[in-house]
Structures are given as C-alpha cells and as structure tokens.
Nanobody, 115 residues
Framework: VQLQASGGGLVQAGGSLRLSCTIS????????IGWFRQTPGKGRDGISC????????FYSTSVKDRFTISRDNARKRAYLQMNSLKPEDTAVYYC?????????WGRGTQVTVSS
C-alpha cells in the first residue's frame, strides 16, 4: 500500500491550489487522513486532518478558514483545498494515512507562494 501527494506548484499570493492524496494497493476507508507541511530546517507541522467517514475535521490556526480538507473514499483520494494562499504557506506538503495498526506517509509535493 502506498500513498502519494500531488497537486503542488507555484502560485501567487491570494491564489488557490488543490492537493490530492491518493492511496494505491489498498482502500482509503479505514484510515484517518492528515496533511502536514515542512519548511527547510523545521519539523513537519500538522495542519489538517479528517476522520474515516469525514465526520470530524481539524485545522490548525494557521490555515483555518482558508483551507478545506475532504475525502472521497470511492476514488481513494483525500484533498486539501487551499485558498487565499500566503507566502508563509510555502512548504513541502505531505499526507499521512493512519489506522490502529499502520501509518503511511506519502512523498511530499512542493507548494511555493510568491508575493
């Protein structure tokens, strides 16, 4: 089972991007999904997560009211819609899938926001 984040790119401040987190070799249904980001020299910060059936979501204060997490279990994907992007949102973004017995990390995707 593998996880892959995609959808990053270069965008101007105030713009939007949608990141995708895709699982292959398994199903997404049983996993809670989290989005993290990391800048050079710093650890990974959790910014959002969503429960298995999308009944609960969480956002860090730095992204609340700008980012929206969602999931489509049938398509084996989770998403992070990022609006009103700021230069300080520049980072490598990672998704994580976690259930009681396993934790999966995907390769990151670079998001760069120019001022």
């Amino acid at each position: 089972v593998q996880l892959q984040a995609s959808g990053g790119g270069l965008v101007q401040a105030g713009g939007s991007l949608r990141l995708s987190c895709t699982i292959s070799g398994g199903t997404l249904d049983d996993y809670n999904i989290g989005w993290f980001r990391q800048t050079p020299g710093k650890g990974r910060d959790g910014i959002s997560c969503i429960s298995t059936k999308a009944g609960a979501t969480f956002y860090s204060t730095s992204v609340k009211d700008r980012f929206t997490i969602s999931r489509d279990n049938a398509r084996k994907r989770a998403y992070l819609q990022m609006n009103s992007l700021k230069p300080e949102d520049t980072a490598v973004y990672y998704c994580k899938a976690r259930r009681f017995d396993v934790e999966l990390w995907g390769r990151g995707t670079q998001v760069t926001v120019s001022s």
